[in-house]
């Protein structure tokens, strides 16, 4: 048994207009999960404590929130792996939501980021067509599986420092959820569906790695790169910064071992685009002015052959 | 004020499949649902959804429906057994169709798993994750169509003006208002009950909240008495593991690391019926043979290959709660509260005996589980019924000219919570949902006998007086009030575990998953009858035993496994 402090984030939309904590005590053991400890919390000492939940299994997506500033799940959070020396754990509701009631916060947007997605198969063929099952591979299946796991928890959402700072961008699940669709070999919809999460700033992550955390396995940046290789694979919106910007990167890395910064921002916005070149202009005289410009031509480095030869072995074709 | 054709209470499997089926027919239709949908818990089922595709063994609807008619030990209705089997492979292909991720055979076609008490794979899965594909599926219908769900709205009561179904009274958690929905269709979909016993499989929204919200209106619940205890929940949070590790092989084992089950079921060993399997688990308990009160579930010898690719949820739940690793430990395990055989009375189209009423999934009970239901049979129920009590309702409303909103029974509700939330002392919900659990869990449990079921009949009702006098609301806030949510909850729960103690006292024989020590022996001569319960105001269910259980086909004789 422990005495658990639990240093509650407390707040109610409709009659406060800051925030304030409470901190509730509880003995509990010590191996008791995070939601565990806030429903005893709220059996014994405080009723009026509110928080999501359902399944106490980490089935069902509900009970995310921070747990000492890190967000994930209540229920497979148990207290011993959070608590201090004095036993106290902070919790808060999720980042990148607007709070409504302590531990409960506005889903909306990020429901919405869902349906913009157009979230169901879209067959070329009829269901008439087909008396019995439509046949696909298990290796076709599995790719899905991995992602049918996520319980649209939005724990990486709440993470994800590109939410933000631009709430369009469509956030790690979202994206996640379109590669379901686009790998499904029974759907018709595949480049409508890559130009979809392209139009919803599918560039604007920064591979940062935050949503790796994601308590089911989905591993949605690794699923972002699938989604970009795909993109470019079909040559989607090739015209847009995103896969300029990923072509040009790996141009120049591979002739000279090196970022040739000049190329790669010309690349990007265009070496015809003047008025775009025009606005990065500023940018490049303040860099002058510290001595930072990058030189306009990189000369590869004298093994340049080795990185080649890691391009070779590692690329996947795209272009 | 709210107004639809139909609306439908629960966004889980049942309620979804409903939703889907209302909106294909062109109906303005609408879900009411206490949690986002894709919070139900049917997204929590592991194992799978049976339908005879024959995919891997020569299989057909009739062989189906005969082992569930054997599995419910003869209490199902074999009409509605009959239906739900020869709808099943058609509500697969439906599903498969709409993009549902089943696991697959090397030749593309939906795998299938063999599972308790059935005679050939037929369980298709999706890894151990099917309810949560299933789920999704169904979810992406509802965008496709764009129903509206009224999300996070509590319904608290079911509307009858003149005989006939009119609607909900819903409380909007985000805003604290109860509001009237009027619907011409009605279709009930709140799944299980669950949180009536300490140890449950449940989580924490399974509350009796359509059973007894239908129970007051005035319909009666058909054979309560009937809980399945799964063999296999941990010991620790009750967290179920599925029975597809059975399925795939494991063995059940006793402190002398015996496999025990052979003395119980000599043919079929681990995969006996789940009533079977949980009365030899826990009479091994009780002679002595347990381990801390548990027996062992041992999937080594499946390899970590085999675990990783078609159990990693089951390993991974067993290693959150136990810290134990099933690659290469034995998990604890004991039988734990999983299912309610019975609930709502409905015919085999969902329909009640109050029209435009109706219910389907677990919240129903259209008599196809019986006494005791088979594995990967309870989805199957949600989608199949979720579909016909749909197609039953569009038909009945193209007759309904326009409802009368219940002005009195939103009323009625306003002044039931006003009350709670107007006293600052009293008794809270916890404190009797505590007390309930344990009589149920004491006394109501897999060995039953009379002076225990009595006692527990007598405690309830007195744990019902309590709280009708006494329990107060802590919480006064009108945001998310989840106090609130919780008394309501409490409330149901009570009425539904009086129908289950009741029922079981009255039922002198043990049949399916109701074991009385005292009538060790299933007596078809005078049992071959459904329990109905009807409400009493702050009594006792009055019991009724004017159905008798339909038999088409398959005559009662001794089951065994
Ligand atoms: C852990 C576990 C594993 C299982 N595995 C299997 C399996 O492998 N195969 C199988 O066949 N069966 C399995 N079952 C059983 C099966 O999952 C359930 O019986 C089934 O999913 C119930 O579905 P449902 O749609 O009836 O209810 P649920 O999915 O529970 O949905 C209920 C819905 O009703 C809503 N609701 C409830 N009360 C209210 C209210 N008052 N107001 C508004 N909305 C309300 C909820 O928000 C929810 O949306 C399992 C069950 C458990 C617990
Ligand atoms: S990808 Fe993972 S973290 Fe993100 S919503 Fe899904 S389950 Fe949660
Ligand atoms: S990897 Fe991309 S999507 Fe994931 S958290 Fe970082 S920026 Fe967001
Ligand atoms: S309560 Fe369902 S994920 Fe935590």
Redesign the interface.
């Known amino acids: 048994m422990a005495n658990i402090k639990l240093d509650i984030f407390r707040f109610d939309e409709a009659v406060d207009s800051v925030p304030h904590r409470d901190i509730v005590a509880v003995d509990v053991p010590e191996t008791m999960t995070v939601l565990d400890a806030l429903e005893t919390a709220k059996a014994e000492v405080d009723g009026s404590i509110s928080f999501r939940r359902s399944c106490r299994s980490a089935i069902c997506g509900s009970c995310s929130m921070n747990i000492n500033g890190v967000t994930g799940l209540a229920c497979k959070t148990p207290c011993n792996t959070v608590m201090d020396e004095q036993g106290v754990i902070q919790v808060d509701p999720m980042p990148n939501f607007q709070p409504m009631r302590d531990l409960v916060v506005h889903m909306d947007p990020f429901w919405d980021k869902y349906t913009r997605l157009k979230p169901y198969l879209q067959p070329a063929d009829k269901d008439e067509d087909h008396q019995t099952e439509r046949r696909v591979s298990p290796e076709d299946m599995k790719k899905l599986v991995d992602v049918a796991n996520c319980v649209m928890c939005a724990t990486c959402y709440a993470l994800c420092p590109v939410v933000s700072v631009d709430p369009s961008f469509a956030g790690p699940a979202a994206i996640a959820y379109a590669y379901r669709f686009i790998e499904d070999v029974r759907d018709s919809k595949r480049e409508e569906r890559l130009a979809q999460i392209n139009e919803d700033y599918l560039w604007l992550c920064a591979h940062c790695y935050a949503c790796s955390y994601c308590p089911k396995h989905v591993d949605p940046n690794d699923r972002i790169v699938d989604v970009k290789r795909a993109t470019i694979k079909d040559r989607v919106m090739m015209n847009e910064r995103g896969p300029r910007h990923a072509l040009i990167v790996n141009k120049t890395v591979k002739q000279t071992g090196m970022l040739a910064e000049t190329e790669v921002i010309q690349g990007t916005v265009g070496r015809f685009n003047f008025r775009g070149l025009l606005k990065v202009a500023p940018l490049g005289l303040r860099m002058a002015a510290k001595g930072k410009l990058p030189p306009p031509f990189v000369k590869p480095i004298p093994k340049v052959d080795e990185v080649r030869t890691i391009f070779d072995s590692l690329e996947v074709p795209v272009s | 004020m709210i107004n639809h054709d139909v609306v439908v209470i629960g966004g889980g499997l049942a309620g979804m499949r409903a939703a889907v089926e209302a909106a294909e027919r062109g109906a303005d239709v609408a879900i009411v649902s206490k949690?986002?949908p894709?919070?139900?818990?049917s997204?929590?089922a592991q194992g799978g959804i049976n339908a005879a595709l024959g995919n891997r063994e020569e299989d057909t609807p009739q062989n189906h429906a005969f082992d569930t008619a054997k599995g419910s030990d003869y209490l199902g209705d074999q009409d509605a057994i009959e239906a739900m089997c020869e709808d099943a492979p058609r509500q697969?292909?439906?599903l498969?169709?709409?993009?549902c991720?089943?696991?697959?055979?090397?030749?593309?076609?939906?795998?299938q798993r063999p599972f308790g008490g059935a005679g050939a794979p037929r369980t298709c899965y999706?890894?151990d994750?099917t309810g949560?594909?299933i789920l999704?599926t169904l979810w992406?219908?509802l965008?496709?169509f764009n129903v509206k769900v009224y999300e996070e709205y509590f319904c608290t009561a079911l509307c009858v003006e003149d005989g006939v179904g009119t609607g909900v009274v819903a409380y909007n958690m985000?805003?604290g208002e109860l509001e009237l929905i009027n619907a011409k269709a009605t279709i009930f979909a709140t799944g299980g009950a669950g949180r009536m016993y300490a140890k449950t499989t449940n989580?924490?929204?399974s509350t009796a909240d359509g059973q007894a919200i239908a129970f007051r209106a005035g319909i009666p619940m058909m054979d309560m008495e009937f809980v399945q205890f799964h063999p296999t929940s941990l010991k620790?949070?009750g967290?179920?593991l599925s029975e597809a590790a059975r399925g795939e092989g494991a063995y059940l084992l006793n402190s002398a690391g015996e496999r025990f089950m052979f003395k119980y079921a000599p043919n079929k060993g681990e995969l006996a019926s789940r009533d079977v399997v949980s009365r030899a688990e826990w009479t091994e308990i009780l002679e002595g043979r347990g381990i801390d009160g548990c027996v062992l579930l041992d999937l080594r010898h499946l390899g970590r290959e085999k675990i990783l690719e078609r159990l990693p949820?089951i390993r991974?739940?067993a290693l959150?709660a136990t810290g134990k690793d099933a690659i290469d430990s034995p998990i604890p395990i004991l039988p734990g509260m999983h299912y309610t055989m019975g609930g709502i009375e409905t015919d085999i189209w969902g329909a009640t005996r109050v029209p435009g009423v109706y219910a389907a999934g677990e919240v129903a009970s259209p008599s196809v589980h019986g006494a005791n239901r088979l594995g990967g049979n309870s989805l199957l129920e949600t989608i199949v019924f979720g579909a016909r009590s749909a197609k039953h309702a569009c038909d009945y409303i193209k007759n309904v000219g326009s409802v009368k909103p219940s002005e009195r029974t939103l009323k009625q509700e306003q002044d039931r919570i006003a009350n709670w939330m107007g006293k600052s002392s009293g008794t809270?919900a916890?404190q009797l949902r505590?007390a309930m659990n344990k009589v149920m869990s004491d006394n109501v449990f897999i060995f039953r006998n009379e002076e225990q079921l009595q006692s527990a009949v007598d405690q309830l009702l007195e744990i019902r007086k309590q709280f009708d006098e006494n329990v107060y609301?802590?919480?006064?806030?009108?945001?998310?009030?989840?106090?609130l949510v919780?008394t309501m909850e409490t409330d149901y729960l009570i009425d539904s575990a009086m129908c289950v103690a009741n029922g079981a006292l009255a039922r002198k024989e043990s049949r399916g998953a109701q074991a009385r020590t005292d009538y060790p022996e299933r007596d078809d001569e005078k049992w071959m009858i459904h329990t109905l319960a009807w409400r009493e105001q702050g009594k006792n269910p009055r019991l009724d035993y004017s159905r008798k259980v339909t038999i088409t086909k398959w005559q009662p004789t001794v089951r065994t496994y």
């Open positions: 949690m986002h894709v919070r139900s818990h997204g929590a697969i292909i439906w498969e169709h709409r993009g991720i089943f696991s697959r055979l090397p030749d593309g076609r939906i795998a999706s890894a994750v949560l594909v999704h992406e219908q965008e496709r985000r805003n989580g924490y929204a620790e949070n967290v179920l949820q991974e739940l959150d809270r916890p505590a609301v802590m919480d006064k806030s009108k945001t998310f009030n989840t106090d919780n």
